[in-house]
C-alpha cells in the first residue's frame, strides 16, 4: 500500500530579482508503507522543498501529493495528525526548557492524551538515550544529544510516517550509528520513512531504496544495490601491487579494465565474464599480492557518476 | 541592524514624537506653560541619548568577531567604539528632528540663542551618554541577555534624575550626587541655561562640566574593554562563535 | 463534546506551563516588568513637583496599562517572528493544532505577566514618594485588570500575525503603540487631545481600561462599570478573533511564498 505519493509535483519560487527559481519539476515518487526512503541530492537539488511540501508546509505550484491518501494541500489536519518531522542542526528546539518539558509541550500540540503523555515522553526519552538529562536544558545539550531529542520529538505522536531532513547532520560517527539501529527499530514498527541525507553510508545501511534528486528532477529510484548495478555489471577486483604485475593481471582473459586507483600503489580489474573471476583471483595471488578483495560500486561513486563531480560548486 | 530612510522616519523617529506629543499632554493637563516648556526641552534634547552603545560588545560576540579582535595585536577599544561611534549621528539627528518637530506642531517658539547653545550641548550629551553606555556594555558583556535591561535601566534613569522632567534639585541629595556623574546633567543645564539667557560663563561651565564627565567615563570603557577581554581568556567565555 | 473540551482545556494548559516557563527562564521577556514600571518614577515626580499630588493616580494607572500593554505588544507580538528565526514555527505549523490558538493562549500568558507593573508601581509610589494609594475598590480593580489583560492579549494576537508574519520591520512594530497609548489616554486623559483624535479614542480598548483604573482609585462609587468591562472584553475578543483569521490567513500566504521559515 502507498503511504507517500507525489504525481508531477513542481515549485517555482519567484524571485524578487532575476528569473524564477524551479525547486521541482515534475517529480513523481511512490513510498510504500513500511518503507525507508532516502533522498539524495546536491545542495539545492530540491530535497527539503520536497519535505516541506509532504509536510504541509509549502504549496506545489504544479502536481498532488498525498501522505495515507490524505491530499497535502487540503486535508491539512488529517495529513499532520498522521506525519511527524525530524529537522537536522540546533534549531527547532526551546533552549530554556528541559527535554521532558519540551516532549510534554510538544506531545499537547499533537493531541496526545493526557494520560497517555506521561508515560509515552518517558519511554521516548529513555529509547532516545536521554533519560538521565531529561531535566536539563536543552541549551546544555551537545549537538547529538539535541539531534536525538530532535528524533522523541518526531516521534511523540507515534506518528506512522516520519520525515527525517538531514538527521545526522553533526553527528558524530558513534551517534550516527546509534541513529541507524533507531532507524531500523522503526522500520520493523512497521514506519514509513522519508530521509534526507548527504551520508552515502547512512543511505546504503538504512534504506530499502533511494531517489536520487538534482535540479529538482528525478534521475534515478532504486535500492542501494541496484543503483550500484546501474554504474557497472562487471564485478570488480581491487588489489595492490607494483605497476608491472598490474599490467600482467590486466591482460589476463576476462578483464575488461584495469584502473588505478590514487597514488599507492592500488588498482581496480572488471571482470566482464563472471566464469573467469576465479582464474584471475588465482593470478593476482600467484604473482604474491596479498592485498586482495572484491568489491562492488559504492553509493558515494553511483552519485558522484549520476550527479557530476561539480566540486564546491552549486 | 541599521536604519533606512523609512525605518528611520516611520519607526524611529515616530516613536520619538509620540513621546513628545505625550509631554505636551502632560503639559497641558498640568495648565502650566513653563512647565510645559520645561518639559518639551528637556525630552527634545535627550532624544539623543546614546544608550544603545550597551549593545556594542553584545554584537561582536552574536556576529563572532569578538574572538578574532581579542586575538588581533593591539587593544580592542577603537573597534568596538568605532563600531558604534555611527550611531551618535543618530542620536543627534533624533534630538533635532524632534526640536523641529515641536517648533512646527505645537508653535513651541525656542529663543535663538537657546538653540545655538542646543546644537553643542545635544552633541556633547550624545557622546557622554555614548562614553558611558560603551563602559556599562563592557561589563555586562559576558552576560549580552542583559543589554536590553541595562539599555532602558540607563534611559529611565537619564531621563528621571538627570533634570530632564523635573529638576535634578526634586530629588534627595545622594541621588543629586548620583545625577552629577551621569551623563546629560551638565549638558542639559548647559541648554536650559542658554534658553533662559543665562550668562556665557555658566554655559561654558556646564558645557566643560558635561565633557569632563564624558571624558572619564570613555577613559573607563577604554581600560574595561581590554580588561574584560583578559578577564575573557581567564574564565574560557570567549567562543568562537 | 466533553471529551474534546477536556482535551482541549488541557492542551492549553500544557501551553500555558510552558510559556510561563519560558517568561521566568528568558530575562529579556521580563523587561516590561522590570523597565516599565520606572516610568513612574518619572511622571509622579512631575506631578509632586507641581504640587498635584491628586494626579498621582494617572501615575499609576500609565504605570500599570504600559506594563501589561508593552507585555503584550513588544514581547507577546514578537513571539512569531522569534519562533520563525528559530525554525519553531514551521515545526509548530505542521501539528494538528491550530498555531492560532496555542499563539494567542502563549500571548495571554506574556500578557498577563504585566499585571507585575500595578504592583511595582503601587509600591514606588507609596515607598519611593511617601504617597497613599488607597484601593477602595478591589473587585472592581481586578475585574478591570483581567479584561484590560483580556483585551491586551487580543491586539498582541493581531499585532504578533501582522508584524510577525509579514516580516515587518521591527522598528515599525515598536513605533505603533505610542499612538495608541496616547489616544487611550494612559497618562492623560483623552479631553486634553485635539478633538479629532478624542473620536478614536474609545476603540481603543486603553481609553476604557484607563478611565476605569482611574476610578478605582478615587472612592466615589464607579458608574456603568458592567458595560464599560463590557465593551473592554469585546474589543479584546474581536481583535483577537482577527488575529486567529489574520494568522491562518499568514500561515497560507506563507506556505504559498515558501516562506514559513527563513530558510
Known amino acids: 500500500?502507498?503511504?507517500?505519493?507525489?504525481?508531477?509535483?513542481?515549485r517555482v519560487y519567484d524571485a524578487k530579482r532575476g528569473p524564477p527559481v524551479r525547486a521541482l519539476a515534475g517529480l513523481s515518487i511512490r513510498i510504500e508503507q513500511g518503507e525507508v526512503h532516502g533522498l539524495l541530492g546536491p545542495n539545492g537539488a530540491g530535497k527539503t522543498t520536497l519535505i516541506k511540501i509532504l509536510s504541509t508546509l509549502l504549496l506545489p505550484t504544479e502536481g498532488s501529493a498525498n501522505v495515507l491518501g490524505r491530499d497535502v494541500t487540503r486535508e491539512l489536519r488529517a495529513v499532520r495528525s498522521s506525519i511527524g518531522i525530524v529537522l537536522g542542526g540546533d534549531r527547532g528546539l526551546h533552549s530554556q526548557l528541559s527535554a521532558r518539558e519540551t516532549l510534554h509541550y510538544w506531545a499537547a500540540l499533537y493531541n496526545v492524551a493526557a494520560r497517555e503523555t506521561t508515560s509515552r515522553v518517558e519511554s521516548l526519552l529513555q529509547r532516545v538515550g536521554l533519560l538521565e538529562r531529561a531535566e536539563a536544558r536543552v541549551e546544555t545539550y551537545s549537538r547529538g544529544m539535541k539531534q536525538r531529542l530532535h528524533l522523541a520529538r518526531g516521534l511523540i505522536a507515534n506518528a506512522p510516517v516520519l520525515f527525517l531532513d538531514e538527521p545526522t547532520i553533526g553527528m558524530d560517527p558513534l551517534a550516527?550509528?546509534?541513529?541507524?539501529?533507531?532507524?531500523?527499530?522503526?522500520?520493523?514498527?512497521?514506519?514509513?520513512?522519508?530521509?534526507?541525507?548527504?551520508?552515502?553510508?547512512?543511505?546504503?545501511?538504512?534504506?530499502?531504496?533511494?531517489?536520487?534528486?538534482?535540479?529538482?528532477?528525478?534521475?534515478?529510484?532504486?535500492?542501494?544495490g541496484t543503483l550500484a548495478r546501474l554504474l557497472t555489471q562487471h564485478e570488480r577486483v581491487d588489489f595492490v601491487a607494483s605497476e608491472a604485475v598490474a599490467a600482467r593481471v590486466g591482460a589476463q582473459p576476462g578483464v575488461?579494465?584495469?584502473?588505478?586507483?590514487?597514488?599507492?600503489?592500488?588498482?581496480?580489474?572488471?571482470?566482464?565474464?563472471?566464469?573467469?573471476l576465479s582464474a584471475v583471483l588465482a593470478h593476482i595471488v600467484g604473482e604474491g599480492v596479498t592485498s586482495v578483495r572484491t568489491s562492488a560500486p559504492s553509493l558515494e561513486e553511483v552519485y558522484i557518476h549520476l550527479i557530476g563531480d561539480r566540486g564546491l560548486r552549486v | 541592524m541599521f536604519w533606512n530612510w523609512r525605518t528611520w522616519?516611520?519607526?524611529?523617529?515616530?516613536?520619538?514624537?509620540?513621546?513628545?506629543?505625550?509631554?505636551?499632554?502632560?503639559?497641558?493637563?498640568?495648565?502650566?506653560?513653563?512647565?510645559?516648556?520645561?518639559?518639551?526641552?528637556?525630552?527634545?534634547?535627550?532624544?539623543?541619548?546614546?544608550?544603545?552603545?550597551?549593545?556594542?560588545?553584545?554584537?561582536?560576540?552574536w556576529d563572532g568577531t569578538y574572538a578574532l579582535l581579542v586575538v588581533a595585536p593591539g587593544s580592542m577599544a577603537p573597534a568596538m567604539m568605532g563600531r558604534m561611534a555611527v550611531w551618535i549621528l543618530h542620536w543627534i539627528g533624533s534630538s533635532f528632528a524632534t526640536f523641529v518637530f515641536l517648533w512646527l506642531a505645537f508653535s513651541w517658539q525656542p529663543p535663538m540663542m537657546g538653540l545655538l547653545v542646543a546644537i553643542p550641548?545635544?552633541?556633547?550629551?550624545?557622546?557622554?551618554?555614548?562614553?558611558?553606555?560603551?563602559?556599562?556594555?563592557?561589563?555586562?558583556?559576558?552576560?549580552?541577555?542583559?543589554?536590553?535591561?541595562?539599555?532602558?535601566?540607563?534611559?529611565?534613569?537619564?531621563?528621571?534624575?538627570?533634570?530632564?522632567?523635573?529638576?535634578v534639585s526634586f530629588w534627595p541629595r545622594w541621588v543629586q550626587v548620583i545625577a552629577a556623574v551621569l551623563p546629560t546633567t551638565h549638558a542639559l543645564a548647559a541648554i536650559r541655561a542658554g534658553f533662559a539667557g543665562q550668562p556665557s560663563w555658566e554655559v561654558a561651565r556646564d558645557m566643560g562640566l558635561e565633557a569632563l564627565v564624558g571624558f572619564g567615563w570613555l577613559t573607563l570603557a577604554a581600560l574595561t574593554i581590554d580588561r574584560m577581554a583578559e578577564a575573557g581568556r581567564a574564565d574560557g567565555s570567549i567562543h568562537f562563535s | 463534546m466533553m471529551v474534546r473540551l477536556q482535551s482541549f482545556v488541557f492542551q492549553l494548559w500544557v501551553i500555558a506551563q510552558m510559556q510561563l516557563r519560558l517568561s521566568r527562564r528568558n530575562v529579556e521577556d521580563l523587561l516590561p516588568v522590570i523597565v516599565m514600571p520606572l516610568l513612574t518614577f518619572g511622571s509622579v515626580a512631575i506631578f509632586i513637583d507641581a504640587k498635584r499630588v491628586d494626579l498621582v493616580g494617572h501615575a499609576l494607572t500609565a504605570s500599570t496599562l504600559l506594563t501589561v500593554g508593552q507585555m503584550g505588544f513588544f514581547v507577546g507580538s514578537d513571539l512569531v517572528s522569534l519562533e520563525r528565526r528559530d525554525q519553531l514555527l514551521e515545526l509548530m505549523v505542521a501539528t494538528p493544532t491550530a498555531y492560532g490558538v496555542v499563539l494567542a493562549a502563549r500571548i495571554s500568558v506574556i500578557t498577563a505577566l504585566g499585571l507585575l507593573g500595578i504592583v511595582e508601581g503601587w509600591l514606588i509610589v507609596r515607598f519611593a514618594f511617601g504617597v497613599p494609594v488607597p484601593l477602595p475598590?478591589?473587585?472592581?480593580?481586578?475585574?478591570?485588570?483581567?479584561?484590560?489583560?483580556?483585551?491586551?492579549?487580543?491586539?498582541?494576537?493581531?499585532?504578533?500575525?501582522?508584524?510577525?508574519?509579514?516580516?515587518?520591520?521591527?522598528?515599525?512594530?515598536?513605533?505603533?503603540?505610542?499612538?495608541?497609548?496616547?489616544?487611550?489616554?494612559?497618562?492623560?486623559?483623552?479631553?486634553?487631545?485635539?478633538?479629532?483624535?478624542?473620536?478614536?479614542?474609545?476603540?481603543t480598548f486603553f481609553y476604557w481600561s484607563a478611565g476605569l483604573l482611574r476610578d478605582c482609585f478615587h472612592p466615589e462609587a464607579i458608574h456603568s462599570l458592567g458595560g464599560r468591562l463590557a465593551i473592554i472584553v469585546a474589543l479584546g475578543v474581536s481583535f483577537g478573533g482577527s488575529g486567529v483569521?489574520?494568522?491562518?490567513?499568514?500561515?497560507?500566504?506563507?506556505?504559498?511564498?515558501?516562506?514559513?521559515?527563513?530558510s
Not at chain 1, 1 to 10: D, H, K, Q, S, Y
Not at chain 1, 256 to 276: F, M, N, P, Q
Not at chain 2, 45 to 56: D, E, K, L, M, N
Not at chain 3, 245 to 262: I, K, S, T, Y
Open chain 1, 1 to 10: 500500500m502507498i503511504a507517500v505519493e507525489a504525481i508531477g509535483l513542481g
Open chain 1, 176 to 224: 550516527a550509528l546509534d541513529f541507524r539501529r533507531l532507524i531500523a527499530e522503526l522500520r520493523n514498527e512497521g514506519r514509513t520513512i522519508l530521509l534526507t541525507t548527504h551520508d552515502m553510508a547512512e543511505a546504503e545501511a538504512v534504506c530499502d531504496r533511494v531517489s536520487l534528486i538534482d535540479h529538482g528532477r528525478l534521475i534515478a529510484v532504486e535500492t542501494p
Open chain 1, 256 to 276: 575488461s579494465k584495469l584502473t588505478k586507483l590514487g597514488t599507492t600503489g592500488s588498482y581496480r580489474v572488471e571482470i566482464s565474464d563472471h566464469a573467469a
Open chain 2, 9 to 61: 522616519l516611520f519607526g524611529w523617529l515616530s516613536r520619538i514624537l509620540t513621546g513628545a506629543a505625550s509631554w505636551v499632554l502632560v503639559g497641558r493637563l498640568l495648565g502650566d506653560t513653563a512647565r510645559l516648556n520645561y518639559l518639551l526641552l528637556g525630552n527634545a534634547a535627550v532624544a539623543g541619548v546614546g544608550t544603545f552603545a550597551v549593545a556594542a560588545s553584545a554584537w561582536e560576540r
Open chain 2, 121 to 167: 550641548g545635544v552633541t556633547l550629551l550624545a557622546l557622554s551618554t555614548y562614553a558611558l553606555s560603551l563602559f556599562l556594555g563592557a561589563c555586562i558583556g559576558r552576560v549580552p541577555a542583559l543589554r536590553n535591561i541595562l539599555i532602558n535601566l540607563l534611559t529611565s534613569a537619564i531621563l528621571v534624575l538627570c533634570g530632564v522632567s523635573v529638576p
Open chain 3, 137 to 203: 475598590h478591589m473587585p472592581e480593580l481586578l475585574a478591570t485588570l483581567l479584561a484590560t489583560v483580556a483585551a491586551a492579549s487580543g491586539m498582541a494576537t493581531l499585532f504578533s500575525a501582522l508584524f510577525g508574519l509579514a516580516r515587518t520591520s521591527r522598528t515599525f512594530q515598536h513605533a505603533i503603540n505610542g499612538p495608541f497609548y496616547l489616544l487611550g489616554g494612559v497618562l492623560v486623559p483623552v479631553a486634553y487631545l485635539p478633538t479629532w483624535a478624542q473620536h478614536l479614542s474609545p476603540f
Open chain 3, 245 to 262: 483569521l489574520v494568522v491562518n490567513r499568514m500561515l497560507h500566504r506563507l506556505r504559498r511564498d515558501g516562506a514559513l521559515g527563513l
